[in-house]
């Protein structure tokens, strides 16, 4: 069955330092792969996106994402942090074949030391 | 912008009563997708719906069911509410899977 693990279900980091967080997923094809972020009290937002193509990719709020077939991977960077950044990280797979739907992992929960 | 619109920000209900989740988009597109979201868990799909009056079951469709009668709304009926039903809502629409938007959810409280 599609799976998607995100292993860090908290993260702190210092304001200014930067950021990795993990995404895996399990999946018999290559997905279409999402990062979404959820601030307090409110919806998923789109960070980025990959389908195809280069396999780092850019997103808003200066983060990135690199997909790494060989480690079904696809982590979430950003090389410094601000306070505005705490929220919930969520990566999710697309599944395009059959019924589509996403598949989102548990969630990482990032809290920002000042 | 894309706007997808749940009825209610909080609900509190009673065990046992029939509950009504609404959610409307208004870009047109095919999919609309029922989420519950459970500290740990993630979001976990409850129902999806790909077309007009038509129906998938997700992850965890125990204890739901869902209505599509138009294509810009899809609702969440809980039949008979229970404690293990609070939780936090989200309605999601997409056009093919080429991005989903998200609504601001609905916190449910079951009594």
């Known amino acids: 069955a599609q799976s998607v693990t995100q292993p860090d279900i908290h993260i702190t980091v210092s304001e200014g330092a930067s950021l990795e967080l993990r995404c895996n997923y399990s999946?018999?094809?290559?997905?279409?792969l999402f990062w979404y972020v959820q601030s307090p009290g409110q919806g998923l937002q789109l960070l980025l996106k990959?389908?195809?193509?280069?396999?780092l990719v850019q997103g808003i709020k200066g983060f990135e994402a690199e997909f790494k077939r060989s480690q079904s991977s696809f982590n979430l960077r950003k090389p410094s942090v601000h306070w505005s950044d705490a929220a919930e990280y969520f990566c999710?797979?697309?599944?395009?074949?059959?019924?589509?739907?996403?598949?989102f992992g548990q969630g990482t929960r990032l809290t920002i030391n000042p | 912008d894309v706007k997808v619109t749940q009825s209610s920000r909080y609900l509190v209900k009673r065990t046992g009563e029939k509950v009504f989740l609404e959610c409307v988009q208004d870009m047109d597109h095919e999919n609309m997708f029922w989420y519950r979201q459970d500290p740990g868990l993630g979001l976990r799909l409850i129902y999806f719906?790909?077309?007009?009056?038509?129906?998938e079951k997700g992850d965890i469709p125990e204890g739901y069911s869902v209505s599509r009668e138009k294509k810009e709304r899809f609702s969440l009926i809980l039949e008979s509410a229970s404690t293990n039903q609070t939780s936090m809502y989200l309605c999601?629409?997409?056009?093919?899977?080429?991005?989903?938007?998200f609504g601001q959810g609905t916190r449910l409280t079951v009594v």
């Open positions: 999946y018999g094809a290559t997905p279409y």
């Open positions: 999601a629409s997409s056009p093919r899977l080429i991005e989903a938007f």
């Open positions: 999710a797979v697309g599944l395009i074949q059959g019924a589509q739907k996403l598949v």
């Open positions: 990959y389908f195809s193509g280069d396999t």
């Open positions: 719906s790909y077309d007009v009056k038509m129906k």
